[in-house]
């Protein structure tokens, strides 16, 4: 089975045993349109305003059709924009630094 990363980062599997697979980006990446409208704004302080927006999610764009052989690495959101797609899965049982920094993952959340 090919891994095909649709993420723009490489994900470093921490597979058992210590051994790290690394999974470049492919350059192509998968993500779900948005759209956002403006919301308001919230006061944090004297002449601090944060705006806020509300999002819709739209098509997902840049992934590939199934095809034999292959399996494709994608954001959770994308995942889970498409339910009804087994040949696809998100990092999961993210891996951390000291500083609390993601650095990998211990494995991929599938649709089942």
């Not at 723009?8 to 956002?36: D, K, W, Y």
């Not at 959101?77 to 993952?105: F, K, T, W």
């Amino acid at each position: 089975m090919e891994l095909i990363n649709l993420t723009p980062h490489e994900i470093n599997l921490h597979l058992p045993a210590g051994r790290v697979l690394n999974i470049p980006s492919s350059g192509e990446v998968a993500r779900v349109a948005t759209e956002s409208t403006e919301a308001g704004e919230l006061w944090a302080g004297r002449n601090s305003p944060v705006p806020l927006i509300t999002q819709e999610f739209g098509e997902v764009v840049g992934l590939p059709a199934p095809k034999d052989g292959n399996f494709f690495i994608v954001s959770a959101l994308v995942r889970a924009a498409c339910p009804n797609r087994y040949d696809i899965g998100s990092p999961a049982d993210l891996v951390r630094d000291e500083a609390g920094r993601i650095i990998g993952c211990r494995a991929l959340e599938v649709n089942r």
